[in-house]
């Protein structure tokens, strides 16, 4: 059943553009807070969109992240002790590691997704409907011996029409002329969204030494909340120069992401580069961009239990001066009924201040 909204009027563009403001204030000061690191703050800006590689606009469409990465941490001060507390209770983020490396995220993203179809002011019911995510967070990361990495992350935000996701597609498409989607009237309703994630990824040579060779990076995790709920498991091969900087690219949950980790103090000369391909599979037990909302009468389509994505890239940097990242990524069928996988690009940039 299709979800009704009344006219916002002005008052609500308003109150929306301040609720985005305030989101904005929080996430600047939370890079300020990333900025007491030593060393800190990496800023890292990730876009990914179906239509950097074919002219289309469908179902995951878009999806912009921001985020700002902090200096490795004092083993003994503040900022450890969260890990420390964590630690106690939980059996991850053992301390007095070899070589421990501890550092804090922050980030603040937006997710839009569609129907195929956009020039329906009333979409096909079964076809995916209009929802946007927007969220901020931050991740906790240890490295501990150069060889694994644990991300404990928490995102909070909003799904619905205080995500802006109209605003953000149809301004766009009025600015570069192309035909704005009609049927966002029709999204699922306003719901407060919270994703608790934790993942851990091995490091393992296969060929060369000192990052420089052959490696491939199994990744285990686990996400819970009233957004997703899912498990996964995957692995990502890489050949290049200074390999150990990093776990790879960053990516927008859910994916086979090597986070927004990078620690300088690996490298071996200025220069790294990276060629990699890599696999996820997901087992899913709740999306609500294709479940609905829990507590409203949305729309809503039958989803896969599982889906996998496929991804391959490039990956270049000078130092932590400035890196960039560029992959396609084709992720099988999310839901009964859909037509064709879906294919999309990322493209990012990281930099440090």
């Known amino acids: 059943m299709m979800s009704r909204h009344s006219k916002g009027g002005p008052g609500r563009d308003v109150r929306d553009g301040i609720r985005l403001s305030l989101a904005s204030c929080c996430i600047l000061m939370a890079m300020q807070g990333v900025a007491l690191a030593e060393g800190g703050p990496r800023i890292g800006v990730l876009e990914e969109n179906d239509s950097l590689y074919s002219d289309s606009d469908r179902h995951y469409t878009q999806g912009l992240r921001l985020s700002a990465l902090g200096g490795e941490l004092a083993p003994q001060g503040w900022g450890s002790r969260p890990f420390d507390l964590i630690g106690t209770v939980l059996p991850i983020f053992p301390s007095g590691a070899s070589a421990q490396s501890r550092r804090y995220a922050v980030f603040l993203g937006q997710s839009l997704f569609t129907p195929e179809n956009t020039a329906r002011k009333f979409p096909d019911s079964t076809d995916r409907p209009y929802a946007g995510w927007l969220y901020l967070g931050v991740s906790l990361l240890q490295e501990s011996g150069g060889t694994m990495l644990e991300n404990l992350e928490l995102a909070v935000g909003v799904v619905g029409p205080l995500a802006l996701g109209k605003l953000s597609q149809n301004d766009f498409h009025q600015f570069i002329g192309a035909r704005p989607a009609r049927g966002w009237g029709q999204e699922i309703h306003n719901e407060p969204g919270l994703v608790l994630t934790y993942e851990r990824l091995w490091r393992i040579g296969l060929l060369g030494d000192r990052g420089n060779g052959v490696e491939i990076i199994p990744q285990l995790g686990a996400t819970l909340g009233n957004v997703f709920i899912y498990g996964s498991a995957g692995g990502l091969l890489r050949w290049g120069r200074n390999l150990q900087a990093d776990y790879g690219g960053g990516r927008i949950r859910p994916a ?98």
């Open 256 to 353: 086979l992401s090597g986070t927004d980790y990078f620690n300088v103090d690996h490298l071996d000369g200025r220069l790294g580069y990276s060629l990699f391909a890599g696999a996820q599979g997901r087992a899913i037990g709740h999306n609500i961009f294709m479940d609905g909302s829990a507590f409203h009468r949305d729309p809503s389509v039958e989803k896969k239990d599982f889906v996998m994505d496929l991804q391959a890239g490039v990956s270049l940097f000078w130092s932590d001066d400035v890196q960039m990242t560029f992959g396609v990524v084709r992720r099988t069928r999310e839901y009964r009924g859909q037509p064709r996988p879906d294919v999309f690009g990322t493209a990012s940039i990281a930099f440090s201040l």
